[in-house]
């Protein structure tokens, strides 16, 4: 006998959010800045079990249920993998000197006044030139937030420049999949995308800039030469220190570039880096072994395995050092795992149960104008980011919502790619439970909610796009030939 599945009402498919908002909330107020290990995780169980209840009580079997969340937690698969992989490169670039060598390098040519401009400038470039803010975070990202410890930097700001500028790149890079994957969804085609995204990306990263400039100029304090030097003086003596340390960075940027996929290219950076570190840094890859009965050349594969898996342990009697490098290893990550298969959980309950749709639907009967249009597919784009917790859901579900909406009322299928990258793509690092928001806290050591007020460039893109859309500023009519 077919089970009739009904329709939830939108009370009901709201339930499940309102639920997760309280639990969010306790987690944060009970156990601060450590509730992403593992109250978080619980409350989205929680809430995903809410969803599934109410689910089975509208008709939808269990076991469909469970296909869907196992479909989800599929999805978030590719991101799974490159995070654990940037846990190993990680472990190895440190044990390898190379990220030592760029906070080294880094403290010398970086003062506190031009940090955070410089920061966000220098990750906009690496970005834009891979297209991936993972790979600029896990690589440029991880060095510039050892400098502002160094230097004694507000870290909530320097993660938001490292974002920013990460972010910039994600969205405007052709190499990006992102930018590939919203003209796809849209209906319109890549480069096209790009020109139109121009419109908001530049006056929102100008304004970033000026910010950081701003801030940096009022925050800084002179540079503790003393404590630089401290630091300066451990690195050389716990690592061998030269430039030709940064080739395996330049190799990762340039597969990257040429357009071979994340994993792979990440991958062989951790290896190099281990390769590295037996040649450049025997005696630091002994001392992690701690193996003195193994032979040498054993020992050797040891230590840079434990960094791979386990990570770096730094003593080299500097208290903050040791402490900065003291990280890395796949284990690192596990955490972040577990509350992205948690947080993938909800999003495809959610889904499955057809409460999202609901939601969807909603929104949808709200629209009357252009800008009404326009920011409601804003709005959906970041619901997504909060609800399914992914940015390619962010992307694809209002795309797949409102581009017949878009092409009733006369507009260009440019304009709704952009507003899918405007907040999608931008907003995906403000949730601590997405998966770019674990990433990037997990990989900078910073939580999200503390760079969140900073990463300005992804606060003011969605705001400009709103703009545009209730002034009718740069939307583009569909041409009357097409």
């Given at each position: 006998?077919?089970?009739?599945?009904?329709?939830?009402?939108?009370?009901?498919?709201?339930?499940?959010?309102?639920?997760?908002?309280?639990?969010?909330?306790?987690?944060?107020?009970?156990?601060?800045?450590?509730?992403?290990?593992?109250?978080?995780?619980?409350?989205?169980?929680?809430?995903?079990?809410?969803?599934?209840?109410?689910?089975?009580?509208?008709?939808?079997?269990?076991?469909?249920?469970?296909?869907?969340?196992?479909?989800?937690?599929?999805l978030s698969m590719s991101a799974v993998l490159i995070l654990l992989i940037v846990g190993a490169l990680i472990g190895s670039w440190i044990l390898?000197?190379?990220?030592?060598?760029?906070?080294?390098?880094?403290?010398?040519?970086?003062?506190?006044?031009?940090?955070?401009?410089?920061a966000c400038a220098l990750c906009c470039l690496v970005s834009l030139a891979t297209g991936s803010s993972w790979t600029t975070a896990g690589t440029?990202?991880?060095?510039?937030?050892?400098?502002?410890?160094?230097?004694?930097?507000?870290?909530?700001?320097?993660?938001?420049?490292?974002?920013?500028?990460?972010?910039?790149?994600?969205?405007?890079?052709?190499?990006?999949?992102?930018?590939?994957?919203?003209?796809?969804?849209?209906?319109?085609?890549?480069?096209?995308?790009?020109?139109?995204?121009?419109?908001?990306?530049?006056?929102?990263?100008?304004?970033?800039?000026?910010?950081?400039?701003?801030?940096?100029?009022?925050?800084?304090?002179?540079?503790?030469?003393?404590?630089?030097?401290?630091?300066?003086?451990?690195?050389?003596?716990?690592?061998?220190?030269?430039?030709?340390?940064?080739?395996?960075?330049?190799?990762?940027?340039?597969?990257?570039?040429?357009?071979?996929?994340?994993?792979?290219?990440?991958?062989?950076?951790?290896?190099?880096?281990?390769?590295?570190?037996?040649?450049?840094?025997?005696?630091?890859?002994?001392?992690?072994?701690?193996?003195?009965?193994?032979?040498?050349?054993?020992?050797?594969?040891?230590?840079?395995?434990?960094?791979?898996?386990?990570?770096?342990?730094?003593?080299?009697?500097?208290?903050?050092?040791?402490?900065?490098?003291?990280?890395?290893?796949?284990?690192?990550?596990?955490?972040?795992?577990?509350?992205?298969?948690?947080?993938?959980?909800?999003?495809?309950?959610?889904?499955?149960?057809?409460?999202?749709?609901?939601?969807?639907?909603?929104?949808?009967?709200?629209?009357?104008?252009?800008?009404?249009?326009?920011?409601?597919?804003?709005?959906t784009s970041i619901g997504m980011n909060v609800v399914a917790s992914d940015q390619y859901m962010a992307i694809v579900i209002p795309g797949r919502?409102?581009?017949?909406?878009?092409?009733?009322?006369?507009?260009?299928?440019?304009?709704?790619?952009?507003?899918?990258?405007?907040?999608?793509?931008?907003?995906?690092?403000?949730?601590?439970?997405?998966?770019?928001?674990?990433?990037?806290?997990?990989?900078?050591?910073?939580?999200?909610?503390?760079?969140?007020?900073?990463?300005?460039?992804?606060?003011?893109?969605?705001?400009?796009?709103?703009?545009?859309?209730?002034?009718?500023?740069?939307?583009?009519?569909?041409?009357?030939?097409?």
């Amino acid at each position: 006998m077919t089970t009739v599945r009904q329709k939830p009402s939108l009370a009901l498919s709201l339930l499940p959010i309102g639920v997760l908002i309280v639990l969010l909330a306790g987690s944060v107020a009970l156990f601060g800045d450590g509730n992403s290990g593992g109250p978080n995780q619980i409350a989205l169980i929680m809430a995903a079990a809410v969803a599934a209840t109410i689910g089975i009580r509208l008709g939808h079997p269990w076991a469909d249920i469970e296909a869907g969340i196992v479909h989800g937690i599929s999805l978030s698969m590719s991101a799974v993998l490159i995070l654990l992989i940037v846990g190993a490169l990680i472990g190895s670039w440190i044990l390898a000197g190379i990220v030592p060598t760029m906070i080294y390098y880094g403290l010398q040519l970086l003062t506190p006044a031009t940090f955070f401009p410089s920061a966000c400038a220098l990750c906009c470039l690496v970005s834009l030139a891979t297209g991936s803010s993972w790979t600029t975070a896990g690589t440029v990202g991880v060095a510039l937030i050892g400098i502002a410890v160094a230097q004694n930097l507000d870290l909530g700001l320097a993660a938001g420049a490292i974002i920013s500028g990460a972010y910039f790149g994600d969205k405007m890079s052709p190499l990006s999949d992102t930018t590939n994957l919203a003209p796809a969804m849209a209906g319109t085609d890549l480069f096209t995308h790009i020109r139109h995204m121009l419109w908001t990306t530049t006056p929102s990263i100008v304004i970033a800039m000026i910010l950081f400039t701003v801030l940096g100029l009022n925050a800084a304090t002179p540079k503790d030469t003393v404590a630089v030097d401290a630091i300066l003086a451990a690195l050389a003596g716990s690592f061998v220190i030269g430039p030709h340390l940064l080739l395996p960075v330049v190799l990762v940027l340039v597969l990257v570039v040429r357009r071979m996929p994340a994993t792979p290219a990440l991958l062989i950076g951790a290896l190099v880096g281990s390769v590295f570190a037996m040649i450049f840094q025997p005696a630091a890859v002994a001392r992690l072994a701690d193996a003195p009965t193994l032979p040498a050349w054993a020992a050797m594969i040891k230590g840079c395995w434990q960094a791979l898996g386990s990570g770096f342990a730094l003593t080299s009697g500097n208290a903050a050092l040791d402490d900065l490098l003291t990280r890395g290893g796949m284990s690192s990550m596990l955490n972040t795992v577990w509350l992205i298969l948690s947080a993938m959980s909800f999003g495809a309950t959610m889904e499955t149960t057809g409460m999202l749709g609901r939601i969807a639907e909603a929104i949808l009967g709200m629209v009357r104008s252009t800008g009404s249009l326009i920011a409601a597919t804003l709005t959906t784009s970041i619901g997504m980011n909060v609800v399914a917790s992914d940015q390619y859901m962010a992307i694809v579900i209002p795309g797949r919502m409102f581009r017949a909406e878009f092409a009733r009322r006369g507009l260009a299928p440019q304009n709704l790619s952009r507003c899918l990258e405007d907040a999608g793509t931008m907003t995906s690092a403000l949730v601590p439970w997405n998966t770019c928001g674990a990433f990037m806290a997990q990989t900078l050591g910073v939580a999200t909610l503390t760079y969140l007020p900073f990463a300005f460039f992804n606060l003011l893109n969605p705001i400009v796009s709103a703009i545009y859309g209730f002034t009718g500023f740069t939307i583009t009519k569909i041409d009357a030939k097409e």
